[in-house]
């Protein structure tokens, strides 16, 4: 694993560098992996911006790891009518300032460019838009791939046309960016992987009996699958933890909790929090007996730590990287 830190870490040639791709909707996948991006290049000495569309509440994460006093932390582009005239009324336009005077753009995220997340190539496009007409240099980070729609393979032109390289988290769609691109190319492990230094340093143990579990509204036809799970640990007297990965509005998964907890009416059924002690939260997975997880997220840090996991593959991102951590790590 050491030799993957040291031999992949990118040297950013500019010093101005613009991170695009949290939206921080309490998602932890997203913080961990901005995250690293700014250790990266606080590590470069590099003046660092970063996108959110809730920055102060990326900011409150991101302190418990790094000093964040010399990061600008800034409000997102406007991508619609209603998202534009909320921008006008906040006067967050001040913040295209910052897009006009940095020297570079990484923009990343999970489904940075896929067709199998609707809008993607045209959502990513308008967070970037300064870009093309000031000639800002760009990376694009993870999970992208060739579209086949007609809109969306001219705005993907467009968009690498000012791209200096694509890093890929998994290795599939390395070989056709190469031929519909033809320039850098490569696989980059998800920097999440990076942004604790020693996951298996959290070895405070417990004398709870206890499983970890996660539920995603686009994964809710596994949920009689954990409930089933769930009886069965509950009757042998353990403690059953839920993490609500991503707690924020659209895609949360605290809601959830309440639905199962309808249905087991247990005590010892309870939620375990991850974003006001994040070290606290790797305590208590550490020792669980047994992980059951259908967000990606999850399932990817039990990994890196070694823990017994099931995961519920709901999009193909999963399986993707469940090979990826079988030849990387």
Aim: glycine fraction near 2%; aromatic fraction near 20%.
């Amino acid at each position: 694993m050491q030799q993957l830190k040291d031999s992949t870490i990118p040297y950013i040639k500019w010093n101005k560098v613009l991170l695009v791709g949290s939206r921080s909707f309490d998602n932890m996948w997203d913080e961990l992996i901005v995250l690293w991006n700014i250790k990266l290049l606080q590590n470069q000495w590099k003046e660092i911006f970063v996108v959110s569309q809730n920055p102060d509440n990326l900011r409150d994460f991101i302190s418990q790891f790094v000093d964040v006093s010399k990061i600008t932390f800034i409000k997102e582009l406007p991508w619609w009518i209603r998202s534009f005239f909320r921008a006008i009324k906040n006067w967050e336009y001040k913040n295209l300032k910052y897009f006009f005077g940095i020297d570079t753009i990484i923009l990343w995220w999970w489904e940075i460019f896929t067709e199998e997340m609707k809008s993607s190539y045209y959502y990513r496009f308008n967070s970037i838009w300064p870009a093309f007409f000031f000639r800002k240099k760009l990376i694009i980070m993870w999970w992208v791939q060739v579209p086949k729609k007609w809109f969306n393979r001219l705005l993907f032109k467009y968009t690498t046309h000012y791209t200096k390289a694509i890093l890929c988290r998994d290795f599939e769609e390395i070989e056709p960016l190469s031929e519909f691109w033809a320039k850098n190319v490569s696989f980059f492990m998800d920097t999440s992987y990076f942004a604790i230094d020693d996951w298996k340093k959290y070895k405070h143990k417990s004398d709870e009996k206890y499983i970890v579990i996660n539920l995603t509204t686009r994964g809710l036809n596994f949920m009689d699958d954990l409930i089933k799970v769930c009886k069965d640990y509950l009757s042998r007297w353990y403690k059953v933890y839920f993490v609500p990965v991503c707690s924020g509005k659209g895609d949360g998964d605290a809601y959830l909790y309440d639905k199962m907890q309808n249905i087991l009416k247990s005590d010892k059924f309870e939620m375990l929090y991850w974003r006001d002690d994040f070290e606290n939260f790797l305590n208590v997975l550490w020792w669980a007996e047994k992980i059951f997880s259908v967000r990606l997220h999850l399932f990817l840090i039990s990994e890196f730590i070694g823990l017994d996991t099931t995961v519920y593959p709901y999009q193909k991102k999963i399986i993707k990287m469940q090979k990826v951590i079988d030849r990387v790590l």
